[in-house]
């Protein structure tokens, strides 16, 4: 799995440096309206805002607590560059933190008593998932009832920016299934949790509001 996940990282690279079709961000209108939050269909809005919401569920799924590696990288310099490169982040920690390096149980995080303590609470709070999960069903409920797929589509052949986005969003949604597993492996979960990941971030939303429940 891990050189499996690090080609991934370098193909994803590759393809957005040489490969990607549509204008580049510095000529693109669609990535300046986008990031200026002026773009007027719901649908490019939307995914754009997941793909700031999506990072934070991974703060909650790694900063909450922390598993127990040898020679463990620590995740939260890959947390924090996540919210501005998404997968481009999260695939190489994924990638280095291999199971085979990974054994059962938990260990607090190395920010400092304090800081460490209050980082844990957010992310493991049950108000924090709550308020992430209503984010993504309104702004999903925005974009199908607002939104035009066709304009998107149209969009994603057109920006390289909006096509990259749209491919980073499926590789974080298929990242969240390992990240469930690995996840269920030490909190003593069913296996079968993983298949919540392929609903992008409503999955690993409710196996967390879900996760005191389950465990063991």
């Known amino acids: 799995m891990r050189w499996i996940l690090g080609l991934v990282w370098i193909a994803f690279i590759a393809y957005a440096l040489l490969l990607a079709p549509g204008q580049s961000p510095g000529s693109d209108p669609i990535f300046k309206e986008l990031i200026t939050m002026q773009s007027k269909e719901?649908?490019?809005?939307t995914v754009f805002s997941w793909l700031g919401i999506f990072p934070a569920v991974y703060a909650c799924m790694l900063l909450r607590t922390s598993v127990k590696e040898r020679g463990r990288v620590p995740a939260w310099p890959f947390v924090i560059l996540s919210f501005g490169l998404g997968a481009f982040a999260l695939l190489p920690y994924y990638a280095w933190s291999s199971s085979a390096n990974r054994a059962s149980g938990y260990v607090s995080l190395h920010f400092g008593r304090q800081r460490e303590s209050g980082i844990g609470r957010v992310a493991a709070h049950k108000l924090t998932h709550v308020v992430l999960l209503l984010l993504?069903?309104?702004?999903?409920?925005?974009?199908?009832?607002?939104?035009?797929?066709?304009?998107?589509?149209?969009?994603?052949?057109?920006?390289?920016?909006?096509?990259?986005?749209?491919?980073?969003?499926?590789?974080?949604?298929?990242?969240?299934?390992?990240?469930?597993?690995?996840?269920?492996?030490?909190?003593r979960r069913s296996a079968a949790w993983t298949a919540a990941g392929i609903i992008p971030i409503v999955g690993p939303l409710i196996y967390l509001l879900t996760l005191r429940r389950d465990r063991a």
């Not at 719901?42 to 809005?45: A, G, Q, R, S, V």
């Open 42 to 45: 719901p649908w490019l809005l």
């Open 136 to 187: 993504t069903l309104g702004t999903a409920f925005y974009a199908v009832t607002q939104g035009h797929p066709d304009v998107y589509m149209e969009a994603f052949n057109q920006s390289a920016f909006v096509h990259i986005m749209t491919i980073d969003f499926v590789l974080l949604t298929l990242l969240s299934m390992i990240a469930i597993y690995r996840d269920t492996e030490v909190s």
